[in-house]
C-alpha cells in the first residue's frame, strides 16, 4: 500500500427510487379533510404525494428502488454483501423488512438488517455502511429508505395527513481506497445526532411492546419547526468543520423532503445559493427515511448531480434525531 492510497471510502455506484402509482392530490385531500391546496402549498410546498396500493408493502417499494440502483451501478444482487434498510413502517414487527428484501433479491449471501430513526433514517444508515465498508468487513452495500407512511398516518387529521407520502430509494455504495484529502470520491464524513427527550413532539402512539397495536403518527408540528432549522444547521455545520469545506465549495445540497420553508430556511442560515438547493418534495411529500435517496435519483437522472460533485445530504426526524453526511459524488 502506497502512502497516497490510505484510506478506505464508500463510493456511491448507483442511485434508484421508486414511488408508487397512486398519486394523492391536496385538491382530493381537501374532499377528506377541512384543508386547501392553497394552505398546503404555501406552508409545506407540497403539491401531491404517492400511495402505496393495498398489499403493496415497504419491502416491495425497497426492492423496486433497490433493483433500480443496482441497473444504475451495472451490478447486480450477488456483488452486495450488506443490506441496510432505514424504515419505520416495517412491513412487520419481525423479521426485518432488511431480510425481506434480501430474499426478494435472491440473496442468500452476506447480511440485512433494518434501522430505525424515522426521518433521519437514511443518514444513520448511510453512516453505518460507510462505517462497515471502511473497515474492510464489506465491499458493497445496497442502502435503503424505504415507507409508507400512509398505514400509520390519522387520516381525520389535517395538520398531519397532508404531510406524508410513501416511497422508496436506494443507493450502492463500494469500498475504494482514495488518498485520504477532500478530493476523494465517496463519503468525506458524517455526523449523527439524538436527543430523547423530545420523543412526544413527533411519535407513533403505538407498538408491540406499549399497545400491542400500530398506532398512528402524531406530530407537533410548530415544535418541531422550531428545533429542525437549528438542528439542520448545527449537524451540517459539524461537516463543515470536520473537513475544512465550506457551502461555497458545495456543488448539491439534498436535505430531507419535508417542508419547502425548513429546507428554505436552512440552506439560507448556512449561507447555500438556493440553485444549489434539490427540492423533491413537490411531488412525494415527507417520505421519511426513503426522501433523501429519492431526491438524490431525481437529481442523477436529470444530470445535475455529477462524478466528482461536492453533496452534502442532512435530515432530521423523530427522536429526535437528525445528522449530516459529506461525500463526493
Ligand atoms: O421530519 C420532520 C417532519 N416534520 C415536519 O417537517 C413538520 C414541521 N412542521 C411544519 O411543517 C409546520 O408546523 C406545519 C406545516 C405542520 C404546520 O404549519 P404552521 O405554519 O406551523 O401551522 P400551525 O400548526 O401553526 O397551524 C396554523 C393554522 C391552525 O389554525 P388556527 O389555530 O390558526 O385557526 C391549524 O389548525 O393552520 C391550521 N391547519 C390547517 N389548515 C388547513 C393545520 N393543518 C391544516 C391543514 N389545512 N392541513
Not at 427540492?279 to 436529470?302: E, F, K, M, W, Y
Request: charged share 20%.
Amino acid at each position: 500500500m502506497t502512502e497516497k492510497f490510505s484510506v478506505m471510502r464508500s463510493v456511491v455506484r448507483g442511485v434508484g427510487a421508486y414511488l408508487p402509482e397512486r398519486v394523492l392530490t391536496n385538491d382530493e385531500l381537501s374532499k377528506m379533510v377541512d384543508t386547501s391546496d392553497e394552505w398546503i402549498v404555501q406552508r409545506t410546498g407540497i403539491k401531491e404525494r404517492h400511495i402505496a396500493a393495498a398489499g403493496e408493502t415497504t419491502s416491495m417499494l425497497g426492492e423496486k428502488a433497490a433493483r433500480a440502483a443496482l441497473a444504475h451501478a451495472a451490478l447486480t444482487p450477488a456483488d452486495i454483501d450488506l443490506v441496510i434498510v432505514a424504515t419505520s413502517t416495517p412491513d412487520y414487527t419481525f423479521p426485518s423488512t432488511a431480510t425481506q428484501i434480501q430474499a426478494m433479491l435472491g440473496m442468500t449471501h452476506g447480511v440485512a438488517f433494518d434501522l430505525q430513526a424515522v426521518c433521519s433514517g437514511f443518514i444513520f444508515a448511510l453512516t453505518t455502511a460507510d462505517k462497515f465498508l471502511r473497515s474492510g468487513s464489506h465491499k458493497r452495500a445496497l442502502v435503503i429508505g424505504a415507507e409508507t407512511f400512509s398505514r400509520i398516518i390519522d387520516w381525520t387529521d389535517r395538520s398531519t395527513c397532508v404531510l406524508f407520502g410513501d416511497g422508496a430509494g436506494a443507493v450502492v455504495l463500494e469500498a475504494a481506497w482514495g488518498a485520504g484529502d477532500n478530493a476523494d470520491r465517496g463519503v468525506l464524513t458524517t455526523h449523527l445526532r439524538s436527543d430523547g427527550r423530545h420523543r412526544s413532539k413527533l411519535h407513533v402512539d403505538g407498538g408491540p411492546s406499549a399497545t400491542q397495536t400500530v398506532g398512528h403518527l402524531r406530530m407537533e408540528g410548530k415544535e418541531v419547526f422550531r428545533f429542525a432549522v437549528g438542528m439542520v444547521t448545527d449537524v451540517v455545520k459539524d461537516a463543515f468543520a470536520a473537513t475544512g469545506l465550506t457551502a461555497e465549495d458545495l456543488d448539491w445540497f439534498v436535505p430531507h423532503q419535508a417542508n419547502r420553508r425548513i429546507i428554505d430556511m436552512s440552506a439560507a442560515k448556512l449561507g447555500i445559493a438556493p440553485e444549489k438547493v434539490v427540492i423533491t418534495v413537490q411531488g412525494h411529500g415527507n417520505t421519511s427515511a426513503a426522501s433523501i435517496p429519492l431526491a438524490l435519483a431525481a437529481a442523477a437522472a436529470d444530470g445535475r448531480i455529477k462524478q466528482n460533485d461536492l453533496v452534502m445530504l442532512e435530515a432530521v426526524g423523530g427522536g429526535f434525531t437528525w445528522g449530516a453526511a459529506l461525500l463526493r459524488w
